[in-house]
């Protein structure tokens, strides 16, 4: 009796109902130590399970405090083996009388976003097609085998040379199109399937790992010290994100945030060069998928003052008068491949190391004005020789103006040029000389001390530097990701075994570099054409159908074009369904496209010479928004 009297009680404490939560209790735990989420009205408590998570800690956290169900089922394939997982995470539920929603979101768009799913699972469209994946990585190999024949057959003349480039150039984008594919886990039913051969094209196949297709970020995701180009982030009040890349110590941080926490290293510039880390992709490819177009929480954004993008960013770098760049000529330096993009000096607050060895940069004579609000990373003013003042102008008659305007309202605070961009040939002409190789025809005058510091380049050609090549490595070593070096290293095992007989050591290194300048700007305009153009702003807080047909567009269907783009001109769907093997997208398409017009969403779809054209247009928007509120606000 004694047995079956504990037998009883055991049962009812496990029918003892769940503690529920309110909205309100629920969107108190967004921080980065409190983490709770909801999944089909269950609160989950994900803080210690977060450092844990395959996806990476950054893009659970993302959700923090909201409801993530349908992301949840977005980048699952098996959602009843994950939900092993969650069990111990689980403490209660909904409140009966809350909605599933939070922050009034349409819950009828996501009751037939949810209903739309079930009718593509129903249709099989999660399905994939293995002789279609089959056949990709077979025309990636006859294309490399293609280059071998042509240089070992012909000779390394330069016809026979460029001929090779191109054919290279072309499998590296095919290739990084199909890492595309197994990172998302779309090709195999078993993760641990697509994983293996995720690691195999992203780090053997390719000259560069694939960064985000929809992005063309390339600055690292580091959570340890890392050697080379380190970031130094800050965050103002107002949410806007500050940085600035320097040359770190081997000893040095890598990504200081608010409270010296790891950011993300924004930068909307490069993506990763070859032998990537598949774990590097997938933690930041992620957040892209979850968050895409917002700031702070997309990584591919943060554009490290380079660009400005949508319309707040602008407005609001405009009213602080910041100016690390004249924006409103970014339309036109988005094609430079010579001059490097000028960064701030960091404040006192940032990493010790060689940014100790550099002077603060000077007041410049003149009346005194009032400046704008201080930044976490701005140099202190100090007292020096005012000839030695370094100042980043702007170009032609309309900034000549600008700055004429600024001698009776409020100017922007002097910003060191930043520009020293390595020894020999550093960016740096005589003082009040324009750059002789910079179309901008940028005035600079150099800093005052005798460091420099490294910045990155902009616009396509200059996307892979090798730099970029180095943290990645040195990422995965400090990350000890073992299996993915490996695989990096047996790609420039390959590379160097198959043309240094025909180039010698510094001939493969700059044919390898002639590579990549040439799918650079087959990669950057494929990806940017999708996302760069549309809404791009800070946390809406929207529905998951919502918010992915505002941070994206499609471009028109051909043959050309799902093979030129690897089918992401489909972009639309891709996002709503990132596991969904990308040959059925245009069978979903037609049923995305009729709950867009039951609820009133627009649903972009474009000509491809549009899309390319239109990435330019959205530049100079933004930059015309940054003048205006730059000169009248």
């Known amino acids: 009796m004694g047995k079956g009297g504990n ?14 939560f309110s909205w309100e209790e629920i969107q108190k735990h967004n921080l980065r130590t409190d983490k709770w989420l909801v999944v089909d ?12 998570h395959p996806g990476g ?5 993302h959700y923090a405090g909201e409801d993530a169900t349908d992301a949840f089922q977005a980048f ?70 293609m280059a071998w024949f042509i240089v070992s057959y012909f000779g390394n003349g ?23 594919d197994y990172g998302h886990l779309s090709v195999y039913k078993k993760s641990t399937w697509n994983h293996v051969v995720h690691k195999f094209i992203i780090g053997h196949l390719k000259v560069r790992g694939a960064q985000s297709p929809g992005s063309a970020s390339a600055s690292a995701m580091l959570d340890g010290g890392q050697a080379g180009l380190a970031c130094l982030v800050a965050v103002s009040p107002e949410g806007l994100v500050h940085g600035s890349c320097v040359r770190q110590s081997w000893s040095g941080p890598a990504c200081r945030g608010p409270g010296n926490g790891p950011r993300d290293c924004p930068a909307h510039s490069c993506p990763p060069p070859q032998g990537a880390s598949a774990n590097w992709w997938n933690h930041r490819h992620f957040q892209h998928h979850a968050k895409p177009n917002i700031f702070q929480k997309d990584p591919d954004v943060n554009m490290l003052h380079v660009f400005v993008l949508g319309e707040w960013q602008p407005i609001e770098y405009g009213k602080k008068k910041l100016k690390y760049l004249p924006y409103n000529h970014q ?66 008659p309309r900034a000549a103006r600008a700055l004429a305007r600024g001698a009776d309202r409020t100017r922007a605070p002097e910003r060191p040029s930043a520009l020293r961009v ?23 005058r150099p800093p005052a001390g005798p460091e420099c510091l490294c910045s990155p380049a902009v616009g396509p050609p200059l996307l892979i530097p090798l730099y970029f090549q180095y943290q990645i490595i040195m990422t995965m070593i400090v990350r000890k990701d073992w299996v993915d070096l490996a695989w990096a290293i047996s790609y420039y095992t390959r590379f160097f075994i198959t043309y240094i007989p025909f180039y010698g050591i510094l001939g493969a290194l700059l044919f390898l570099n002639f590579i990549r300048f040439l799918e650079s700007h087959w990669f950057v305009w494929v990806t940017q054409m999708n996302h760069i153009v549309m809404e791009i702003d800070r946390e809406p807080y929207r529905d998951w159908f919502s918010s992915q047909l505002a941070a994206t567009c499609n471009v028109e269907q051909s043959f050309f074009n799902d ?71």
């Open 158 to 180: 330069w016809i026979p040379t460029l001929i090779t480039a191109f054919v290279l150039a072309t499998s590296q984008a095919q290739a990084g199109w199909l890492q595309h």
């Open 57 to 61: 800690h950054r893009v659970i956290g």
């Open 563 to 633: 093979w030129f783009s690897g089918h992401l001109n489909f972009q639309i769907e891709h996002h709503l369904f990132p596991t969904m093997p990308r040959h059925n997208f245009h069978k979903v398409a037609p049923l995305v496209k009729s709950l867009c017009a039951k609820h009133g969403i627009e649903y972009q779809e474009k000509p491809l010479l549009r899309a390319l054209q239109d990435i330019i247009k959205s530049l100079k928007k933004s930059g015309d928004l940054w003048l205006d509120a730059y000169l009248h606000k």
């Open 331 to 396: 339309h036109e330096y988005f094609f430079l491949s010579e001059c490097s993009a000028p960064q701030p000096y960091p404040g006192p607050s940032a990493a010790p190391g060689p940014l100790s060895r550099t002077r603060a940069p000077q007041p410049h004579p003149g009346p005194q004005r009032t400046p704008a609000p201080s930044l976490p990373l701005r140099a202190p003013r100090a007292p020096s020789d005012p000839k030695q003042t370094p100042r980043l102008l702007g170009t032609g």
């Open 7 to 20: 037998q009883g009680e055991g049962a009812a404490e496990r029918e003892a109902p769940m503690p529920t």
């Open 422 to 444: 390595g020894r020999p040939g550093c960016c740096v002409p005589p003082a009040d000389s324009a750059h002789p190789s910079c179309p901008l025809g940028a005035a600079l």
């Open 76 to 145: 699952h394939r098996d959602l009843n083996f994950v939900r092993k997982f969650m069990q111990p995470l689980l403490i209660g539920e909904l409140a009966p009388e809350e909605p599933s929603q939070d922050r009034d979101k349409n819950s009828q768009i996501t009751e037939d976003f949810r209903k739309l799913r079930k009718t593509a699972e129903d249709m099989n469209l999660f399905k994939s097609n293995h002789l279609f994946f089959l056949l990709l990585l077979a025309h990636i190999v006859i294309l490399e085998t």
């Open 41 to 52: 009205r269950k609160v989950y408590n994900v803080t210690e399970w977060a450092s844990r």
